[in-house]
């Protein structure tokens, strides 16, 4: 292998990795930030507008945040790994909320 195929393969990897973190930023971080939405609108106590569109707010930050992890992680599959684990708690306390109460 030359210095130039290493060169090659160190640059595509790069690219993969950027491209992971652009998958986690953009539709990984908007699916955890509804789930969590639906998650916290469930919780909060009071009228159901009032809760969905504080749940929403709330959301809306946790996307931005959701979406700078996926660039400050130290690799793409980290960033990926990460928001999957974050969404999977947010859809398993909607899930029990759902299955509790009865009610969608």
């Known amino acids: 292998m030359t210095a130039g195929d290493a060169h090659a393969r160190a640059r595509w990897a790069r690219r993969g990795d950027i491209a992971l973190r652009v998958v986690a930023a953009v539709p990984l971080a908007y699916a955890t930030a509804s789930l969590w939405a639906m998650a916290i609108a469930r919780l909060l106590p009071g009228d159901r507008a009032e809760a969905s569109v504080t749940a929403a707010l709330i959301a809306l930050a946790l996307c931005a945040i ?37 009610r969608l």
């Open 66 to 102: 959701a979406a700078m992890w996926a660039f400050a992680a130290r690799s793409g599959w980290q960033a990926i790994w990460t928001l999957a684990i974050a969404a999977g708690i947010a859809a398993a306390i909607a899930w029990i909320s759902i299955d509790a109460t009865g």
